[in-house]
């Protein structure tokens, strides 16, 4: 179906306002985790004062509408959207919004073109923003949208096994040791305390992609399969007894959560692909109905 | 919490120590790659950095009924500048440098022969750093540089950081650093298949 220009303004109004509120405002879960993780930090602590600031940072940004960390990341939508609708005239308009809300000051001009180093300000380039668009048949859209930093994105990390430096083998206990070695070699960077995207096998491109959608995750939720559930409770419970902190300035909370999803591999290769994410963890989604109006938030 | 407050003597700055939790309230220049590497060549800075602080910041800055007003102001990875700070430390007597992520040996050791610390603040906190601003006082070199990376003269009030290098030789990202690579090496033995 074709999309009529009154749909398309709509459409476009809520990709802009989804753009706003990932940038300014973030998601409840990921608040609470942050609030635990500082009152898990001894008063009068570097820890505990990293995390009071970090708080207020929150705070101040969603009163002012203004981007909560001045580098607004990469852009990455997840799209849902009615079978009928033309994805093609989406894709645009979804381009169409990053440049509006770009020019609005909800996001940074942060796309550069790597053989020139050139930015035309707009955040539209080749691979930017990316987008993942899904037609589906029910009769609404589920937008979810992802910013994520250049520090955290930079201290990502892959793995394959085995792998004799850490001396991880092709099991659990050797993707654990993966897990705790990418931590303790991103500390400082990064922007922490921050979370982990796990990917479990896939080859190199389908690993990352993956761990970018354990993102999607709620802080508090369960993993669905055991192994993995226990996996992420035993990995948060150690990587924080690292000590490296908020920061880097030392402290209990170094991460806030664990996401692992699981894909098929070949048999010659086994991957753990990593993606850390910054506190700064700007994660929001909309339920959006099929006349492109905001229903509900889903964060 | 300790203040420290213009001007940035010597004797303010050594007695800083690792660890301490600081607010700043006077000057501080903004200074990131462009900047760095054009005194390390040698060209001499538009402004004295004698007994200054540079900031490690491409702010967001916005000309609001005439005036400038910084929107964001958070601090970029500071092991970029490893390279040069070393030496602008020694040639134009910096006192302090603010950042983010910790900068290596051969700053650490400048700040201990010269009196300068590294002064940690809280990366991504841009609005928060931002509201500590009073006002944007100059800036030099906007249109050879652009301005992420032009020097911007900041009065800022109550700025939060944290001292990760001090001037009597310590470090607290190397001494995490080695403490959580001891910390990992007895989990990593204790993993059980
Ligand atoms: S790592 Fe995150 S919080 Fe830190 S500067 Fe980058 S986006 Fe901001």
Known sequence: ???????????????????????????????????????????????????????????????????????????????????????????????????????????????????????????????????????????????????????CENVGAQYSLPDSRIGAGRDLAGVKKCLLDAVQQAQGKGCGPGVLGVTIGGDRATGYLHTKEQF?????????????????????????????GPMGFGGKTTLMGVKIGALNRVPASFFVSVSYMCWAYRRQGAKVSIKGDIQKWLY | ??????????????????????????????????????????????????????????????????????????????????????????????????????????????CEKFGCVYLHAVGGAAQVLAESIQEVENVYLLEKFGSPEAIWQLRVKSFPVVVTIDAHGRSLHKEIEAESAQKLNSLMTSIKK
């Not at chain 1, 000051?105 to 707009?122: A, W």
């Not at chain 1, 899904?134 to 949208?145: A, M």
């Open chain 1, 216 to 244: 999607l995750r709620k802080m508090n939720d369960k993993n669905k399969i055991p192994a993995l559930a226990q996996l992420e409770t035993e990995v948060l419970a150690e990587a924080n007894q690292l000590g490296i």
């Open chain 1, 1 to 151: 179906m074709a999309m009529n220009s009154a749909l398309q303004k709509k459409v476009l109004e809520s990709f802009i306002e989804i753009i706003r509120k990932t940038s300014v405002d973030l998601p409840g879960d990921v608040v609470d985790a942050i609030q635990s993780g500082r009152k898990q930090e001894p008063e009068d602590s570097r820890g505990k004062y990293a995390m009071c600031i970090i708080e207020k940072n929150i705070d101040l940004a969603r009163v002012k509408s203004q981007p909560l960390c001045q580098d607004t990341g990469s852009i990455l939508f997840f799209v849902h959207y009615p079978r009928k609708l033309d994805g093609e005239v989406l894709g645009k308009l979804i381009r169409k919004a990053v440049v509006q809300a770009t020019k609005k000051g909800y996001l940074r001009q942060n796309s550069v073109d790597s053989l020139t180093g050139k930015n035309n300000g707009t955040n539209v380039g080749p691979g930017t923003p990316t987008l993942h668009l899904e037609p589906w048949s029910k009769e609404f859209f589920d937008i979810r949208l992802i910013l994520k930093g250049g520090g």
């Open chain 2, 1 to 110: 919490m300790i203040q420290l407050e213009a001007p940035f003597t010597e004797e303010k700055i050594r007695s800083l120590k690792v660890g301490d939790m600081v607010e700043i309230s006077g000057i501080v220049y903004t200074g990131r790659d462009a900047v760095h590497k054009w005194l390390h060549e040698g060209h001499e800075p538009p402004v004295s950095l004698k007994d200054a602080i540079i900031y490690h910041c491409g702010p967001v800055v916005m000309k609001k009924k005439g005036k400038w007003v910084v929107t964001a102001a958070g601090p970029t990875t500071s092991t970029r500048e490893e390279p040069y700070q070393a030496d602008i430390i020694e040639k134009h007597g910096l006192r302090a440098v603010i950042g983010k992520g910790g900068m290596g040996e051969k700053t650490r050791q400048a």
